[in-house]
């Protein structure tokens, strides 16, 4: 029950990009059309994912027995660098749309604050292997979530008659305003 409750937790209450503002970066860069937004999701969710359970290995089984866990930081990011080159790898084999619609953005999951910010977040609040595993992928399914409803809502205005002055980023940075203002009504859903 309580990896539950931290999993809906992590999607929805603690949301990575619209409560805990990480990720902002691919999250108005690729959230023009919902194909590109939801592959770039399952990108993340992959690098999050993967990323959680190695930063938890390399934390606790090489970083606390050698006694410098001060380079946590520099670990994670060469953690987070290897896994976003096999996804890139990937994805270039499999999907090369997509790897031509993510373009710049998926090499920078490397750099994606959301990624390091899990991983720093589960070093910080001591989670266990499995709780660490839960919040990595809850955080990438909420990641996923809040990018492809944002798609969804820039794809629906491109077609209805939006003031000049709102087109591009202003409508953008309205509607992700509203759906953070949606998501603080699930703020009193787990006590």
């Given amino acids: 029950m309580e990896l539950l409750l931290l999993f809906i937790g992590a999607v929805l209450i603690n949301n990575v990009i619209l409560s805990r503002f990480l990720g902002i970066?691919?999250?108005?860069?690729?959230?023009?059309?919902?194909?590109?937004?939801f592959g770039m999701?399952?990108?993340v969710t992959f690098v999050m994912t993967l990323?959680?359970?190695?930063?938890?290995?390399?934390?606790?089984?090489?970083?606390?027995?050698?006694?410098?866990t001060y380079l946590y930081t520099i670990a994670f990011i060469?953690?987070?660098?290897?896994?976003v080159q096999l996804v890139e790898m990937v994805i270039q084999k499999s999907s090369p749309s997509l790897y031509q619609a993510l373009g710049v953005y998926l090499p920078l999951i490397t750099t994606n604050c959301a990624v390091l910010g899990i991983a720093v977040i589960n070093m910080q609040k001591e989670f266990t292997l499995m709780q660490s595993l839960i919040n990595g992928f809850g955080?990438?399914?909420?990641?996923t979530l809040a990018i492809v409803i944002l798609a969804g809502i820039n794809e629906k205005t491109n077609y209805n008659n939006v003031p000049k002055a709102f087109k591009g980023y202003p409508a953008t940075l309205l509607a992700a305003g509203l759906m953070a203002i949606a998501f603080l009504g699930f703020a009193g859903l787990i006590k």
């Fill in 25 to 37: 970066c691919p999250f108005l860069g690729v959230s023009r059309r919902v194909e590109t937004a």
């Fill in 51 to 68: 990323a959680s359970l190695m930063s938890y290995i390399v934390y606790e089984y090489v970083l606390v027995p050698l006694d410098i």
């Fill in 78 to 83: 060469l953690v987070i660098a290897s896994l």
């Fill in 41 to 43: 999701g399952m990108a």
């Fill in 139 to 143: 955080s990438a399914v909420g990641f």
